[in-house]
């Protein structure tokens, strides 16, 4: 299962926002605010979105750079909308953003490959990137020893 960035989500709704009040901030600001919170705890509302943009995109009143975001985030909601359940995944107590991953990948990989002077061909950065997964991970290390001591370790001559 893939879930889609709520922050990217809301970033096409920023763009409908424009479309749905193109002269008024305050009406704008109320709309996307709206939609926002929609999407996030309401089952099925990146469907309902779409729907909503794209009644906006039949208004002929659009043009210019306006109608072209409208057209993209429409674009990008029905390319998506199956992984904008953001309402389920929220009660399934799964993260809808990305910046626990962004964080992880920091910690574990950047932090040990790009130090200064370091080169690392591809078979030992991943040497390396496992190890380190296994001591950043509660337990896992345990486990992996429990497993190397159940199995045994094959040691090539």
Partial sequence: MQILDFYHATEYLADAAVAAHPRNQK???????ARCHR???EPGAAEQLL???????????????????????????????????????????LPIGS????????????????CSGMKWKETGAAMVLSLRALVLTKTR??????????????VGI
């Fill in 27 to 33: 009406k704008r600001a109320v709309w996307l605010e």
């Fill in 39 to 41: 999407l996030k705890h």
């Fill in 99 to 114: 910046g626990v991953t962004e964080a992880a990948c920091k910690t574990l990989v950047k932090q040990r490959l790009c």
């Fill in 51 to 93: 729907l909503e943009m794209q009644a906006l995109a039949n208004q002929s009143s659009l043009a210019g750079a306006t109608k072209d975001k409208l057209a993209s985030a429409i674009t990008y909601y029905d390319n998506h909308k199956h992984q904008m359940d953001y309402a389920r995944f929220r009660e399934d107590r």
């Fill in 141 to 154: 290390w345990d486990q992996f020893w429990a497993k190397l001591n159940q199995y045994g370790f094959p």
